[in-house]
Nanobody, 114 residues
Framework: VHLVESGGGLVQPGGSLRLSCAAS????????MSWARQAPGKGLEWVSG???????YYADSMKGRFTISRDNAKNTLYLQMNSLKPEDTAVYYC?????????WGQGTQVTVSS
C-alpha cells in the first residue's frame, strides 16, 4: 500500500488549495479513504472521509469549506479546501484501513498566512 499526498503550499487567508493523494497497492475503488491533519504542537485531527460508494463525512469545522472527492479511474483522493484560515495550517495526511491495519502517506504541508 502506497499513499502519496501532494498539493500543499503557502496560501493567504481566504484562499484555496486542492490536495491530492495518489494511491497504489490496493483496490482503491473498494476502499474508504480519509484525510487527517496535524497542526504544529497538536495531535492528529480527523478532517473528512469518503466511502467507496461516495458517501462523504466532514468534521464540523470543515463543513461548507472543504470537499472530499475521489477518482477511482485515477486511484486518487482529493481534498478541495476553500476559505482557508490560519488555523488550517497543518500537515495533511490521507489514510485508509485495510483489514485491521491503517496506512498513511507522508503528508503535505499547508500553511495559511498573510
Amino acid at each position: 500500500v502506497h499513499l502519496v499526498e501532494s498539493g500543499g503550499g503557502l496560501v493567504q487567508p481566504g484562499g484555496s488549495l486542492r490536495l491530492s493523494c495518489a494511491a497504489s497497492g490496493f483496490t482503491f475503488s473498494s476502499s474508504a479513504m480519509s484525510w487527517a491533519r496535524q497542526a504544529p504542537g497538536k495531535g492528529l485531527e480527523w478532517v473528512s472521509g469518503i466511502h467507496s460508494d461516495g458517501i462523504t463525512y466532514y468534521a464540523d469545522s470543515m463543513k461548507g469549506r472543504f470537499t472530499i472527492s475521489r477518482d477511482n479511474a485515477k486511484n486518487t483522493l482529493y481534498l478541495q479546501m476553500n476559505s482557508l484560515k490560519p488555523e488550517d495550517t497543518a500537515v495533511y495526511y490521507c489514510n485508509t484501513r485495510i483489514a485491521i491495519k491503517g496506512y498513511w502517506g507522508q503528508g503535505t504541508q499547508v500553511t495559511v498566512s498573510s
